[in-house]
């Protein structure tokens, strides 16, 4: 597969984003280097990372290792919640900007809410801020709910580009999908096929077996449909290239609902309301 078989997903800042991404968590220790080196040759040009996952000193690495034009590669990195509020959102990008070793970030997202802080609003600002200068170029958010998305637009009147959310076929975010529609927020995936459940579940495999692909493939392809980009990690190239080999065959309607139809809810049990990483 070529890169340019990966479609781009337009988002409402002008930019776009890939249409699968190349997730980076949990860490690998000194193998994660390696790890994002294999997915760029594979054909991944979006890197997702954050501080909290505590590599953003070996994705930088892979980075700089590359063959590649680091235009051609779009680095995303997240704020953790120890960093909330306005300056302490500046000093904790500068420390990722460092740990990257890059002179720009492509993707800036603030991990978690934080509701029970209350200071998302003036971290948003401040990514604000930093875009504005030049060191990020697309803002977004992760694990925002639709009344957190709504303050921040009501205050600020800047529309996060994308919302990186827990999304699987047991968790679809169907509501939460058809707001961000409404603001053109793309929805990113993580933990894209859920649990080893999902893939051995016979919805899936059947599917895999019409197909003549990988119960991951018809997951991921699930989510390509449904407009969301999805991160799959893998450290095994050959699954890195198997993962990213989506654009060959389409789910039909009844696929695209049979899967849909395996919902029953969050599978890490993270609500946004609730949960706090820092």
């Known amino acids: 597969m070529t890169t340019t078989e990966v479609p781009a997903v337009p988002m409402n800042d002008g930019r776009s984003v890939?249409?699968?991404?190349?997730?980076?968590?949990?860490?690998?220790?000194?193998?994660?280097?390696?790890?994002?080196?294999?997915?760029?040759?594979?054909?991944?040009?979006?890197?997702?990372?954050?501080?909290?996952?505590e590599n953003e000193v070996r994705i930088g690495r892979a980075v700089a290792a590359s063959d590649l034009p680091r235009e051609q590669i779009l680095v995303s990195t997240k704020l953790a919640g120890r960093h909330h509020g306005y300056d302490a959102t500046i000093a904790g990008f500068h420390e990722s900007l460092t740990n990257l070793a890059l002179?720009?970030?492509?993707?800036?997202?603030?991990?978690?809410?934080?509701?029970?802080?209350?200071?998302?609003?003036?971290?948003?600002?401040?990514?604000?801020?930093?875009?504005?200068?030049?060191?990020?170029?697309?803002?977004?958010?992760?694990?925002?709910?639709?009344?957190?998305?709504?303050?921040?637009?009501?205050?600020?009147?800047?529309?996060?580009?994308?919302?990186?959310?827990?999304?699987?076929?047991?968790?679809?975010?169907?509501?939460?999908?058809?707001?961000?529609?409404?603001?053109?927020?793309?929805?990113?995936?993580?933990?894209?096929?859920?649990?080893?459940?999902?893939?051995?579940?016979?919805?899936?495999?059947?599917?895999?077996?019409?197909?003549?692909?990988?119960?991951?493939?018809?997951?991921?392809?699930?989510?390509?449909?449904l407009g969301a980009v999805p991160i799959p990690k893998s450290a095994d190239p050959q699954r890195q290239r198997t993962n990213l080999d989506l654009f060959g065959f389409a789910l039909d309607d009844a696929q695209v609902a049979a899967l849909s139809g395996l919902e029953r809810g969050r599978i890490w049990g993270q609500d946004p309301a609730t949960h706090e990483e820092f």
């Open 18 to 53: 890939p249409a699968v991404g190349f997730g980076t968590y949990p860490h690998d220790g000194d193998d994660s280097e390696t790890t994002a080196l294999h997915a760029l040759d594979a054909g991944y040009r979006l890197l997702d990372t954050a501080l909290r996952y």
């Open 103 to 225: 002179d720009h970030v492509d993707m800036y997202l603030i991990h978690w809410p934080l509701p029970r802080l209350d200071k998302y609003v003036e971290s948003w600002k401040a990514m604000i801020a930093l875009r504005d200068e030049g060191l990020v170029r697309t803002i977004g958010v992760s694990n925002f709910t639709e009344a957190h998305l709504t303050r921040l637009v009501d205050e600020t009147g800047v529309v996060p580009a994308v919302n990186q959310v827990e999304m699987h076929p047991f968790f679809p975010q169907h509501d939460l999908r058809a707001f961000h529609a409404t603001l053109g927020i793309v929805t990113e995936s993580w933990s894209p096929m859920g649990r080893g459940e999902l893939l051995t579940h016979p919805v899936a495999t059947g599917i895999a077996d019409a197909h003549g692909v990988t119960p991951a493939q018809v997951v991921l392809r699930w989510h390509v449909q």
